[in-house]
């Protein structure tokens, strides 16, 4: 049995500055991202697109959410599968090319730092990153490849696995 689930948001432009988009200068690219009962993430374009670098982009939005994704999976698989994870970071990169009718993402590398409780639980710990992967939502629906670049930490003794 299919279950299907619907995700409603709400992008509100902010950036008329009195013309509108009388010209490709003449307006800005700041906007609104809203969802029912959350705060709204201040968006904009990647600041080589004339965006405003601290505002959030789609791009930054995109490989966040693969990053967000991978966590929550990988929590949940180390939680059924007896890993005790304390800790979780991850510096996630993603590449996009841009060519002259647009451009596309290459592939995106995230590079989780994870804190486990004992030696004994590495082995696991590292293999569960595969599982996260191929489970991952949103991993799933992209067209590029995601990479994964994990390290393993110890809890206590800070030392790496």
């Known amino acids: 049995m299919t279950r299907l689930h619907t995700y409603d948001t709400v992008v509100t432009w902010t950036g008329d500055r009195g013309t509108g988009t009388s010209g490709y200068r003449a307006y800005s690219r700041d906007h609104d991202l809203h969802a029912q009962g959350r705060t709204p993430i201040a968006g904009s374009s990647d600041p080589a697109f004339r965006g405003d670098d601290t505002r959030w982009n789609p791009e930054q939005l995109l490989v966040g959410s693969l990053s967000q994704c991978h966590m929550l999976w990988y ?3 180390c939680a059924e599968n007896g890993v005790t994870v304390t800790a979780y ?5 993603g590449t996009m090319a841009e060519t002259g009718d647009g451009g596309q ?4 590398t995230l590079h989780p730092h994870v804190t486990v409780t004992s030696p004994d639980m590495t082995e696991t710990a590292t293999r569960l990153h595969a599982e996260a992967h191929r489970a991952c939502f949103i991993a799933r629906s992209v067209n590029f490849p995601v990479r994964h670049a994990p390290t393993l930490t110890l809890a206590h003794t800070h030392q790496q696995a």
């Open 105 to 108: 993402f290459t592939e995106v």
């Open 89 to 93: 970071t991850d510096h996630a990169t």
């Open 75 to 77: 929590l949940h698989l």
